[in-house]
């Protein structure tokens, strides 16, 4: 049997143990909070960097035109730094590329990536796959964990009611239900980042039609897996062109983000989109097209351009039984399945 010093003993560290842990959890959360506010400190001031000039020197650095003799070992060196693949390119010899920039837009031999037709959705582009799956609730993810808001990415939704212009007063989740989709169907989302050494155009994964575009003149930050795991809500603050209309399964809309050196998005049936120009807009500005006539955009028919490289996201409705035929993380090529109808 115990006696009374050990029931004293045990009394005192009853005592004392709930208190440790209470100062524990405190000092933990303490820390906690200490570096989300450093983290906030940190993404307020690589906000206020001058990416967008930054960028704009680095196009303009593209375009200087190399003297030939220099061509093949400057262009060389930065195949060798990113792996790119130039016996895949329509053009081997690097003599013929007269600065980066046009070796970035290179185009590729037209056997080099023939278009999946077995599947309903094909890659874009070539790059990496960095999250994809349903829209729930508004939110979408941009890597596993962070997120960012549908509503906020894609604006109101004057393409379908001209009315549709205060989105303040609904949640994410009424934003994602006036998309108007039809009962039996999901909202669905891919993103596809672009590296340096990747092939720079993209191009219509399926057959949809184009009804409106909305450019989003916003900042320039990178768009580099690191920096999406870092930054809460990347997509919306980023400069981009939301390309939006309909497929055989409703709502579609494809978008190419901006992103730091990346010194233009080109559309090729959209001449009247500037991007990274010096004007300077207010946070959430955006600038709006319809066009007159409907365009027609056919499965792995060439859509734009990158300088550099940057992302994708598409953002599409389709029924319940879609399924992606990706995973996280992996290396796709431009025409490669990337969902189906089961």
């Not at 400069?239 to 399964?249: I, K, N, P, Q, S």
């Not at 080109?266 to 500037?274: G, H, P, Q, T, V």
Request: proline share 5%.
């Amino acid at each position: 049997m115990p006696n009374g010093s050990m029931y004293a003993s045990l009394r005192l560290q009853r005592r004392i143990i709930p208190w440790r842990k209470r100062l524990f959890r405190c000092f933990c959360v303490q820390r906690y909070s200490l570096r989300q506010r450093e983290c906030k400190s940190c993404v307020t001031l690589y906000r206020k960097m001058p990416l967008k000039a930054m960028s704009r020197l680095w196009g303009r650095f593209n375009e200087l035109e190399l003297p030939i003799f220099l061509r093949r070992p400057l262009l060389s060196l930065y195949i060798w730094m990113f792996g790119c693949r130039l016996d895949e390119a329509e053009v081997e010899d690097l003599r013929h590329y007269r600065n980066l920039g046009e070796f970035f837009r290179r185009q590729l031999k037209p056997d080099v990536r023939p278009i999946d037709d077995n599947y309903v959705l094909t890659s874009p582009s070539d790059g990496k796959i960095l999250h994809y799956g349903r829209v729930e609730n508004g939110i979408l993810e941009q890597v596993k964990g962070v997120t960012y808001s549908l509503r906020g990415f894609l604006g109101p939704q004057t393409w379908r009611d001209a009315k549709s212009t205060n989105i303040n007063h609904i949640s994410d989740t009424e934003y994602q239900e006036e998309l108007g989709m039809q009962p039996d169907h999901d909202l669905f989302h891919c993103i596809i980042y672009l590296a340096p050494g990747d092939y720079h155009r993209f191009h219509s994964p399926t057959n949809w039609v184009l009804h409106h575009r909305r450019h989003f003149p916003g900042e320039l930050l990178s768009v580099n897996p690191g920096i999406a795991r870092w930054i809460q809500g990347l997509f919306n603050f980023n400069e981009r062109a939301v390309y939006t209309g309909t497929w055989d399964h409703g709502f579609f809309s494809m978008c190419a983000v901006g992103a730091t050196n990346v010194g233009s998005i080109k559309i090729y049936c959209d001449e009247d989109l500037k991007t990274n120009t010096r004007s300077k807009y207010p946070e959430g500005a955006y600038f709006d097209k319809v066009f007159q006539s409907s365009i027609q955009v056919a499965k792995g028919s060439m859509f734009g351009e990158f300088n550099l490289g940057s992302t994708i996201v598409l953002i599409f409705e389709a029924p319940k039984g879609f399924q992606f035929k990706v995973h996280d993380g992996q290396k796709i090529r431009f025409g490669q399945a990337l969902g189906t109808l089961s």
